[in-house]
């Protein structure tokens, strides 16, 4: 397929949510676009380093690519998850055509590629299927919702995550008692998600696998997940390895909760994204004009 004015629009995520440590994920209202050919005035060409570029051409993807993002980087929303989403799709719709991402089989093919490139697929899993989901290998389960909450997201303004440096800390082996915890509280997060149990989901997102240690290096992020279910969001987490933090509630509270965040941080408003990676029109206007010598 020629290059035309189409690129696929990738949503943020927020993985491990609490206790799910490389296994749950959900896709939010915050994106990334990726489209071949010339870039668009507010996009960047890639080069070969860049995470959308290398994920492009292991899928076969053809001539230039550009990136335009609203996800902060290094903030734990999986920017480099969903920018590589992004160019694997690309690289399929480039390929198969405008409809090759309603095909399972190139969503998966999509998931291989990036999911290899991540070195776990929860956070990926969210931005090509949408909504909450379960990553087990090469397998992804959607959960089901029974609520549709609002997701209050706060990121710090001067502190970033290296995911590398962050895993780096955790310790190779756990206790069975912690692993016990931490099964319990996945399993209690996806009862209550498909049952509307709101109550539910504090305890359901605790975790003692991986957050305690990370939140010990950000105390800023500490205090605003406490202040966060202060407040009375229904859960809150470390988004990803971090700093940012994650919290549901309900949307008539949403302002209220922000408000609640201490400073040194901004707030972003956000919902849950249902679709997952799709194709998006990039207007004509919007590309750089050619002019003749």
């Known amino acids: 397929m020629g290059d035309s004015a189409w690129a696929v629009r990738v949503p943020a995520s927020s993985a491990n949510i609490g206790a799910g440590f490389d296994v749950l ?17 507010d996009a960047r060409a890639t080069d070969e380093h860049h995470p959308a570029d290398i994920a492009f051409r292991a899928l076969g993807g ?12 290094a903030r734990g929303l999986g920017f480099s998850g969903s920018v590589r989403v992004g160019g694997a799709a690309a690289a399929v719709v480039q390929r198969d055509g405008l409809d090759s991402l309603a095909d399972e089989a ?4 999509v998931l291989a590629i990036t999911a290899g490139l991540e070195r776990h697929a929860d956070n990926v899993a969210a931005s090509i299927y949408g909504g909450v989901v379960v990553a087990a290998d090469d397998t992804v389960t959607r959960v089901p919702l029974a609520f549709d909450p609002a997701v209050v997201v706060w ?4 502190t970033t995550t290296s995911t590398d440096h962050s895993r780096s800390r955790l310790p190779d082996t756990v206790e069975r008692a912690s692993a016990v915890f931490n099964l319990g509280r996945v399993a209690t997060f996806v009862a209550a998600c498909a049952a509307g149990d709101r109550a539910a989901l504090r305890l359901a997102t605790e975790d003692r696998l991986h957050q305690p240690t990370r939140l010990a290096q950000v105390p800023g992020s500490a205090a605003a997940l406490d202040a966060a279910l202060d407040a009375g969001a229904w859960a809150a987490w470390l988004s990803g390895s971090g700093p940012t933090i994650a919290a549901w509630c309900e949307p008539a509270r949403a302002d209220e909760i922000a408000a609640s965040l201490p400073a040194g941080g901004h ?3 956000l919902r849950i994204d249902h679709e997952g990676v799709v194709v998006s029109g990039v207007a004509a206007a919007d590309r750089p004009v050619s002019r003749g010598n």
């Open 62 to 73: 053809i001539g230039p690519l550009w990136v335009r993002s609203s996800i902060p980087i």
């Open 25 to 41: 994920g959900v896709a939010l209202t915050l994106y990334a676009e990726v489209g071949p050919g010339a870039p668009p005035v």
């Open 267 to 269: 707030v972003k408003l």
């Open 155 to 158: 990121v710090p303004d001067a």
């Open 106 to 109: 190139a969503r998966r093919d």
